[in-house]
């Protein structure tokens, strides 16, 4: 005997509840389009009725509903990267962006037929071919708090360094040699400490290769452990080059 969607759901998503699921309930809308994908169950088996995914690993759409309001929550992937986001209260709204993502449209073509669709300079950036000095630049400007930003400075002012991808994680500066996720986890990393000094580990496993009092140097420690020939990043997730 088939389950039936939660009662919230049903409340909240009447064509859902007519359908079975959210997966259903997309997969009849995206037919009826005309469009040949396949709606699909997440890895989330707790999600059942109120999430699916349309697309493969190159593009795929995600979307979940609401559980307080009707909303369709939807992120729109490439390789790797979340590139858009947005929300509609609409099922045909959310079928009709999703045919358009998985079709090949870019960004602002997309949010031009589906105005609800939001998106930032690095997702532009990843569709220019130049994500790597955008994402330094976010870093350089930012003031978040979990941001070193004099260790920024001083790792940007590095050539070696500039053509690798950086990210953070935890407060450590990480650097990659793919632009998309999963990244390289094949180079140092420099984590800030509480009383302001700074420690390079190693990578995999990460233990740690020394210990710097200012920014300028635990970037010249992590240079003298960086591998020959790490750079510039590829637009490449790590599963692509073999390094996952």
């Not at 858009?84 to 079709?103: F, R």
């Not at 500039?162 to 998309?180: A, G, I, K, M, V």
């Amino acid at each position: 005997m088939s389950r039936q969607p939660r009662q919230h759901i049903v409340r909240l998503y009447p064509e859902v509840g007519v359908a079975g699921s959210l997966r259903a309930a997309m997969q009849a809308e995206l037919d009826r389009v005309g469009y040949t994908l396949t709606a699909s169950l997440t890895n989330s088996p707790g999600w059942w009725d109120c999430a699916t995914r349309v697309g493969d690993d190159r593009r795929h759409v995600t979307t979940v509903l609401g559980g307080e309001q009707r909303w369709f929550t939807m992120d729109f992937w490439e390789r790797g990267v979340m590139m858009a986001h947005g929300s509609t209260a609409d099922l045909v709204a959310s079928a009709a962006a999703i045919g358009l993502w998985q079709t090949g449209s870019r960004l602002r073509e997309l949010q031009a037929a589906s105005s609800f669709v939001r998106f930032g300079e690095l997702a532009e950036a990843y569709e220019r071919g130049d994500p790597v000095e955008t994402k330094w630049k976010i870093y350089r400007r930012t003031r978040a708090p979990h941001i070193d930003h004099d260790l920024i400075e001083a790792a940007y002012a590095q050539p070696r360094l500039r053509t690798l991808f950086p990210y953070t994680s935890h407060e450590s500066l990480r650097l990659s040699r793919c632009t998309r996720e999963p990244f390289t986890d094949d180079l140092p990393a420099i984590i800030p400490l509480s009383d302001g000094t700074y420690q390079i580990i190693g990578p995999r496993p990460r233990s740690p290769i020394g210990h710097a009092n200012t920014p300028s140097e635990a970037v010249s420690l992590l240079i003298h452990h960086l591998p020959d020939n790490c750079g510039p990043a590829v637009d490449a997730t790590a599963v692509e080059l073999g390094n996952f």
